[in-house]
Structures are given as C-alpha cells and as structure tokens.
C-alpha cells in the first residue's frame, strides 16, 4: 500500500531497500520534543489567523501534549514506513484526535518544519556547550589562583623556553575556552532565525503569522526569504565549526595531560577516578580519558568536513541530501558533550606536582633570556651581542655538564669582564617569572590579575 501521507498519487509502496535508504527516524526521534513544540505552536498560530477552527487547534495542541508524554514514558511505537519523526507524530495524532489532526499541516511543509525543529535541537546544544564550557573554565580558574607562583617550564618545540607559572598556563586555556563560548554566543544569536512558515520553498499563500510562531519558540525572528529557511544549513556548520575548534583546544589540552602525567613529566598526577589500569601491568595508571578526549575529537572535525560535504554541490532549496544533516551533529554533539565534562573533572581532580615543576623549570638554560636582558639592561649591550655573548655561556655550562647558575663569575668574566655577582639575581627561575609582569606575562600578579578578570566576567 502506498504512503498515507503522500501516498495519493502513487499506485505502489516502498521497496523494501527504498524504505530503508529513505527513513531517518532511527535518528530523528531525537527531536521530538522540538518537533511538537514547533508543532504546537504552529497549531496555535493557525487557530489566532482564522486558518483552522479554534477548536481544531486547541484539539491538535492537546493532543500532541499526549504524543509527547507516550513518547516521554517510552509507549510510543515508531515505525520506519512513517520515514521520520514528523509524520511518526502527526500519524500518531491521527489515532488520538481524529480528523482535526489533518489540519495541522495546513501553510507548512515538512521542509520548514524539519529546519525548525533541527534548529530548536542545535540552538539547545549552544546553550549547552556555553554550560559546561563555563563548567570547564571555573575549574581551571581554581587551579590557576591556586598556582599562580608556581614555577614550571615554559616550552616551545617542546624544548625548555623559559620559566612560567603553572596559574599561567591554566589561564592560557581559560582564554582558549573563552573564545570557544564567545564563538558558541555569537552563532546562537545569528542563527536565532525561525524558519516556520517558509513552508516548502516559496511560502504560503495561507495569512500565516510568521512572527508569532517565532516568538511562541524562543526565536527572535523569522527568517526573511523562504528559500533560504528551508535550505540554511549553516548554523550546524557554525555549531560543528566552534564545536571542532573547541574541540582542538581541548586535544591539545589532552595531549599536555598525557605528556605531563607520564613518568617522564611527572608534571601531574591525573586522579584514580579519570585513570585506569592495565590487565597484565600492575603498576599501570594510564591517562586514557584525557587519550579518549584527543582521539573522540576526530569524530567532531569528520562531521564538520561531512556536512560540509553534503552541503557543498546542492541547488536551492531542499534536497534529500540534507536528511543526513542530523547524524553528524548529534554525533559530534554526544562528542563534545562528554570530552567536556571528561576534561572538566580531569581538570577538579588533578594534582601538580610543585617540586617536579619547580625543578624542571630550572633545567635546560631556562633562564638564558633574563641573562642577556641583564647584559642589556645593566650593561647597555645591544641585543645581538647579549645574545651571542649567553649563547656562549650556554656551550660552557653544557660542555660542563651543568647549568648557568652553576657557572663561576671568573667563568662568566672570560666571556665579557663587564658581567659582575650581581648577574646571578636573574638566573633564578622564581626571579625569572617574577620579572615578567608586562601586561599578560607569567608574574603571579599578572596570573592574579587575569584570576580576578575572569572572576568578575563569570559573575
Ligand atoms: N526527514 C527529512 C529530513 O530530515 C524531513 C524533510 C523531508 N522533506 C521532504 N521534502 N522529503 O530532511
């Protein structure tokens, strides 16, 4: 038998492998709170414009309230000939009201009703992200106020830089996630549009009344061409954009926590409740959430590339294509969701390891750049010849095997006689980061400065 709900014209049903490569509702089903709200607020809308009977709307908007709670306490039976959750639940509708379920579907098309419901279900992950991004930055603003002075390397190419602060580097991620909310704010507000009554591409010739629906779902507006409602895609593109590059923060953030917990490092030591161990190893504590979080991110960035791929070669307006729209997201949402929480407790439960981090902050010449701005500052040596002047200090204290405050000041004096005892106040690594107080440096002041800033924008 052919489909009753679009079935009028056609003499034959599905195959069997059509109804298959054709149906979303394994997935869509998880939109079906939005999918009745938006109806719901359709119905209403039809019944204040005269389109449909009061009653018939009031009928409609009972009756999904029941749909929704068969679906809420798991009764609902969803079947695959219905193809998605939009006609699951007006079929549904059907055998708990009757006829005036018909109606509802009147001005509007499963094109307008399927980008409104996908954007009520993004917009929620917005607000979601935005939670536990804040979630995450709180716990490193403790970490951070707690170690403001405590010394560690700074690297680059992973190679000791200079000294910096371990409140530092948690305020160098506070920034980063920062951003990620920043970016999670902006496209919510642009993407706050509401797409019903764009019908199936052109609009409606019913009197519909695009701004009450809008307001009725939390919408600022409605979308101005209809068009471009049923075809936009781009709030998932901008919601799997911030999500990948949230997402890249947060596997590079796992990356350092592997690094540092290894026993290498022993930079940190990660808590039992985010570790695991090993099956044949009994001395195994391994990183493997912050491993999942550096790997689970690669599902995010596929989806990303994968939409963006469905969507690229599409003429306007709706194509089926954009029924593949939904599993990237939720996908990558599910993703998200969990390596941010995962990073979150991560983060609460971890513990530095101050001696291993103050002494790994003294090795390998850290404090090489405050010997050449010394020779600068209390010299009056250009730069360059600092620089070359240290640089050779270095080749001394590493042929020695030792490091520069090791060094004698008669050794020091062959190099340039101008350098004098005084010389060995920078070479500490606490004097090193205490002298960097420029505007962002690692000084504790500074990390306490930035503590308080972030304080006051999350209260
Ligand atoms: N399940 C479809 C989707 O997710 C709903 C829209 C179907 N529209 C249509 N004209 N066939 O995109």
């Known amino acids: 038998?052919?489909?009753?709900?679009?079935?009028?014209?056609?003499?034959?049903?599905?195959?069997?492998?059509?109804?298959?490569?054709?149906?979303?509702?394994?997935?869509?089903?998880?939109?079906?709170?939005?999918?009745?709200?938006?109806?719901?607020?359709?119905?209403?809308?039809?019944?204040?414009?005269?389109?449909?009977?009061?009653?018939?709307?009031?009928?409609?908007?009972?009756?999904?309230?029941?749909?929704?709670?068969?679906?809420?306490?798991?009764?609902?039976?969803?079947?695959?000939?219905?193809?998605?959750?939009?006609m699951n639940v007006e079929a549904r509708l059907k055998e708990v009201i009757g006829e005036p379920a018909g109606r509802l579907h009147t001005g509007r098309s499963r094109n307008d009703q399927v980008a409104t419901d996908f954007k009520l279900w993004v917009r929620d992950?917005?607000?979601?992200?935005?939670?536990?991004?804040?979630?995450?930055?709180?716990?490193?603003?403790?970490?951070?106020?707690?170690?403001?002075?405590?010394?560690?390397?700074?690297?680059?190419?992973?190679?000791?830089?200079?000294?910096?602060?371990?409140?530092?580097?948690?305020?160098?991620?506070?920034?980063?996630?920062?951003?990620?909310?920043?970016?999670?704010?902006?496209?919510?507000?642009?993407?706050?549009?509401?797409?019903?009554?764009?019908?199936?591409?052109?609009?409606?010739?019913?009197?519909?009344?695009?701004?009450?629906?809008?307001?009725?779902?939390?919408?600022?507006?409605?979308?101005?061409?209809?068009?471009?409602?049923?075809?936009?895609?781009?709030?998932?593109?901008?919601?799997?954009?911030?999500?990948?590059?949230?997402?890249?923060?947060?596997?590079?953030?796992?990356?350092?926590?592997?690094?540092?917990?290894?026993?290498q490092f022993r930079f940190v030591t990660l808590s039992d409740r985010f570790s695991t161990g090993s099956s044949i190893m009994p001395q195994k504590k391994n990183p493997d959430a912050a491993e999942l979080i550096r790997a689970k991110i690669g599902r995010i960035f596929g989806a990303n590339v994968a939409l963006m791929m469905v969507m690229k070669g599409l003429p306007l307006a709706y194509s089926k294509d954009m029924q593949e729209d939904k599993e990237q997201v939720f996908d990558a949402a599910d993703n998200l969701m969990l390596a941010l929480a995962a990073m979150e407790g991560m983060v609460r439960d971890m513990s530095a390891n101050r001696p291993q981090l103050a002494a790994a902050a003294g090795s390998g010449f850290s404090t090489a750049t405050d010997l050449a701005d010394w020779l600068v500052r209390v010299l009056g040596l250009p730069f360059r010849d600092a620089h070359h002047i240290t640089g050779t200090l270095v080749g001394i204290a590493e042929k020695q095997g030792c490091d520069l405050p090791d060094l004698t000041l008669v050794q020091m004096q062959t190099v340039h006689d101008g350098i004098t005892q005084d010389v060995f106040s920078v070479l500490g690594v606490e004097n090193s980061v205490n002298s960097r107080t420029s505007y962002g440096g690692t000084a504790p002041a500074q990390v306490r400065a930035q503590v308080a800033r972030w304080k006051g924008i999350l209260a």
Not at 18 to 25: F, G, H, K, V, Y
Not at 53 to 58: I, K, L
Not at 188 to 201: D, H, I, V
């Open 1 to 86: 038998t052919s489909n009753k709900m679009w079935g009028g014209r056609f003499a034959a049903g599905p195959d069997a492998i059509m109804e298959a490569i054709n149906a979303s509702i394994s997935f869509d089903k998880r939109m079906a709170a939005q999918d009745i709200a938006g109806s719901r607020a359709h119905a209403a809308m039809l019944g204040a414009q005269g389109i449909i009977e009061p009653n018939d709307a009031e009928a409609i908007r009972e009756g999904l309230l029941t749909v929704l709670s068969e679906i809420e306490a798991g009764t609902f039976q969803y079947s695959t000939a219905l193809e998605d959750i939009h």
């Open 125 to 263: 992950q917005f607000d979601a992200a935005e939670g536990a991004l804040l979630a995450l930055i709180r716990a490193l603003l403790v970490q951070a106020e707690e170690g403001a002075d405590w010394v560690m390397p700074g690297f680059t190419h992973l190679q000791p830089a200079q000294p910096v602060t371990w409140g530092h580097h948690m305020m160098a991620y506070v920034e980063m996630f920062g951003r990620d909310l920043s970016r999670m704010r902006d496209a919510r507000t642009r993407m706050n549009e509401s797409p019903l009554g764009a019908a199936a591409l052109a609009g409606t010739s019913f009197p519909v009344d695009r701004e009450m629906t809008a307001h009725a779902l939390g919408f600022d507006r409605p979308s101005a061409n209809s068009l471009d409602a049923v075809s936009d895609r781009d709030f998932a593109l901008e919601y799997l954009g911030a999500a990948s590059i949230c997402a890249m923060h947060l596997s590079r953030f796992a990356e350092e926590l592997v690094i540092w917990s290894s026993a």
